[in-house]
């Protein structure tokens, strides 16, 4: 006989698992007890959202399934940030919630949520075990499910009374689930089909998105587009399954890709979607994206296929699979005139940005972040214009090296991320690129890469604005800037706070680096950048590099929401 | 259209909320629900007409198999199949119109499952225009009560 403590541990272990992150509470203390001398290690967060988050920037970066343990009520609902920010981009977690016992379970006792109901909709499944003899079989379950098919979240919510109970039950050696058949080898026909389109196709493009990444196919999506010269474009979250560096690499594509991807999308006659689900971000206007093109789409998500834009060619399976299928089938081709025309558009369009003067640009220091990681970082971001100004200024060639929440767009998501990464992948240089309102949410998880000495680096823009929102008030909103100034200057009627000072540094995030035992530091000018991310880069723990960049920098080129790929606002001017 | 949604799901807490939080998240409303146990205890099946275009219909389908949950799912109304629903209808009968009320079921083959002092409670199968049809007739009479069951429906195709 066994407690369902033991149960989850001897779980836990047989998934593999080797780190948790997570905060203890009430109904978990049997669980925490159970784990004092577990064989993984344990790291104590300072909130639950950032234990989610660092078991989703784990899972990001090491294809592993990530894992945190939360308790009921507070720390559970906690986690929902967290859980959707994995849901919305298909990150495999599992997260391990406590429970009032059972016969509690509907009082409103002390520290009660309806987790699974609450959690429900950002999860792909979850549980209540009612039971100590389920608790092996669902503890399986959850790692499978969370793992296989489309990856996500699934949450497992365990009374305090199972945890004590015994049972002769096992953790079973594999999981058979009767609802739960993900189709992972593509239909052969399907693929013969898209064989066929594109051996035919004068301009085919690669529209390549997170699922390749999710798949480990970033070998096989180099080895198509090579074979075939078919030029590749990726959406955020595909960034890195093809070298950006790669004369066939387009960049980004949407809302702010560039120019190139978007006017290749535009006039391409085949469009082969890999593991992307056209989100709104990429595509604009639906009725005119990728309008000449045959649309083919490879996913292992059935529900993605035809869902917003109507899909020519689906093969639905695992992108991996089918790749390996497809790549014998296409024939070698020159495409010159395509790729010439690529060529064109690529030298007449580079991502640019204001070169001139003195200017400290957000832009140059991710350029000299590039430059001084040799583009071989694990790059976090936050949410906002820093965020695309690292998809736009650094070039991915790894897959697994940029770690973003796209889907969700969750602020807060990257300094918890990257420590998570950094837990995943020591031998790294792991960088959060923040602005300085995602900074202050999560910021108090500093403290834990300081105290496991886990040395990321986080690079602060501070515009002093939500730039990003900024950005849309600037050029939608008449320059209204309400409740987007970070300081005093320029702030709405309404918020003026009398004989406030405009602060230079509010809050100031050397000293909050240094308040939490992390280096920090402040380049203030454009010459400052380099020598201050070297000593934060060579530093041997966590640092905090702020960067006091042009205020009212924007994020170019930028399709409005709603238009078309072919109307790029460029600059104000 | 109005489409009949057939499912084969686990017999477990929760699944229900699920599946009806699937739809209802989307600002769909679902006019009839059933759910029973089938044959094997540990799945149940669930019927339920939504209303709604082809295109969304299609994609909620696909997203029901999704749920770990879900076992199969059929969209009924791509299909040939029977479908029925049970209804039971207290109405104000007294003496002068029992008769008449008799007659009425006997028309539908409805069935009179109580007789009362007031009122009787008269039980009828059908599809869910023949039930309208019966309780828009009835009605004259006073109705003080309807229960439906929803549809229930079976595709004709075998095996
Ligand atoms: C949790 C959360 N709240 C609000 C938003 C809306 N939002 C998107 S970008 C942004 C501004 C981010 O500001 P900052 O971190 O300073 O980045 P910047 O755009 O200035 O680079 C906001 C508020 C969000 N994405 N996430
Ligand atoms: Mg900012």
Request: proline residues 4%; positive net charge; contains cysteine.
């Given at each position: 006989m066994r407690t369902g403590v033991e149960c989850l541990m001897d779980g836990l272990k047989k998934a593999g698992v080797q780190v948790i992150f997570g905060l203890p509470g009430g109904s978990v203390l049997d669980i925490f007890n159970g784990l004092y001398d577990a064989p993984f290690k344990f790291v104590l967060t300072r909130h639950e959202q950032g234990a989610a988050h660092m078991a989703d920037g784990y899972a990001r970066a090491t294809g592993r399934v990530g894992c945190c343990l939360v308790t009921s009520g507070p720390g559970a609902t906690n986690t929902v940030t967290g859980l959707g920010t994995a849901y919305m981009d298909s990150i495999p977690l599992v997260c391990i919630s406590g429970q009032v016992p059972t016969h509690m379970?509907?009082?409103?006792?002390?520290?009660?949520?309806d987790t699974t109901g609450i959690t429900r909709p950002v999860t792909k499944h979850n549980y209540l075990v009612r039971n100590a003899d389920d608790l092996p079989r669902i503890i399986a379950e959850a790692f499978y499910i969370a793992g296989t098919g489309k990856p996500g979240p699934v949450l497992v919510d365990i009374p305090k009374d199972v945890q004590r109970a015994s049972t002769k039950a096992h953790t079973p050696d594999s999981v058979s689930i009767r609802g739960y058949n993900p189709t992972t080898e593509g239909h052969p026909k399907q693929i013969a089909r898209l064989a066929e389109a594109i051996n035919k196709a004068k301009k085919p493009l690669l529209y390549v998105g997170g699922g390749a990444i999710a798949a480990n196919a970033a070998e096989e999506v180099t080895q198509l587009a090579r074979k075939a010269k078919i030029p590749v474009t990726t959406t955020l979250l595909g960034l890195g399954a093809f070298p950006e560096t790669d004369s066939l690499a387009l960049r980004m594509l949407g809302m702010h890709g560039s120019v190139t991807a978007n006017y290749a999308t535009h006039h391409c006659d085949l469009l082969v979607s890999i593991g992307a689900r056209f989100d709104d971000r990429v595509t604009g206007k639906i009725a005119e994206f990728a309008s000449h093109a045959k649309i083919a789409h490879i996913d292992i998500d059935p529900t993605a296929i035809s869902k917003s834009v109507p899909v020519d060619i689906p093969v639905v399976g695992d992108v991996k699979h089918v790749l390996k299928v497809l790549i014998p089938l296409v024939e070698s081709k020159e495409r010159t005139e395509w790729l010439a025309q690529i060529q064109e558009w690529k030298q007449k369009n580079p991502f640019a940005y204001d070169q001139n003067g003195s200017k400290l640009m957000p832009q140059y220091v991710i350029e000299q972040i590039y430059a001084l990681t040799k583009g071989d970082a694990i790059i976090v971001t936050e949410v906002g214009q820093h965020q695309m100004w690292s998809a736009q200024y650094y070039k991915y060639t790894q897959p697994r090296t940029f770690i973003s929440s796209g889907g969700l767009g969750t602020m807060g998501f990257g300094l918890p991320a990257a420590i998570g990464a950094q837990f995943g992948c020591p031998g790294k240089m792991v960088v959060d690129i923040s602005g300085d309102g995602s900074a202050q949410m999560n910021f108090q998880e500093l403290v834990v890469a300081v105290e496991h000495q886990v040395p990321i680096k986080v690079v602060i823009l501070n515009n002093g604005y939500l730039g990003m929102v900024r950005q849309w008030q600037e050029m939608f909103?008449?320059?209204?800037?309400s409740a987007t100034?970070?300081?005093?200057?320029?702030?709405g009627k309404n918020e003026k706070i009398k004989d406030c000072p405009d602060r230079p540094y509010l809050p100031d995030f050397v000293k909050l680096a240094e308040a939490h035992g992390a280096l920090g530091l402040r380049a203030k000018t454009r010459a400052a950048v380099v020598p201050m991310l070297t000593k934060a880069f060579e530093a041997d723990g966590p640092a905090v590099v702020e960067c006091m960049v042009e205020p009212e920098a924007n994020v170019y080129p930028m399709v409005p929401a709603g238009a078309s790929l072919m109307e790029m606002i460029q600059s104000m001017a | 259209m109005k489409h009949i949604i057939s499912m084969l799901v686990?017999?477990?807490?929760g699944v229900l909320a699920r599946v009806i939080g699937l739809i209802s998240g989307r600002g769909y409303n679902i006019d009839s629900l059933n759910v029973a146990p089938t044959q094997d205890i540990t799945t149940s099946r669930i019927t339920m007409t939504v209303p709604g275009d082809d295109h969304v219909l299609e994609q909620v389908t696909k997203q029901l198999n999704k749920l770990v949950d879900v076992i199969k799912v059929f969209d009924l109304t791509k299909e040939k199949y029977i479908d029925r629903e049970l209804a039971m209808v207290k109405v104000c009968a007294s003496t002068k119109n029992r008769s008449a009320l008799i007659e009425l079921a006997a028309l539908f083959r409805a069935e009179n499952v109580s007789v009362q002092n007031k009122a009787m409670i008269i039980q009828m199968v059908g599809t869910t225009d023949a039930v309208d049809n019966f309780l828009e007739l009835i009605k004259p009479h006073g109705i003080v009560e309807v229960s439906r069951t929803g549809v229930i429906a079976v595709g004709k195709a075998e095996g």
């Open positions: 379970i509907g009082n409103d006792a002390f520290q009660e949520a909103y008449k320059k209204q800037y100034c970070l300081g005093q200057s320029g702030r | 686990e017999n477990r807490p």
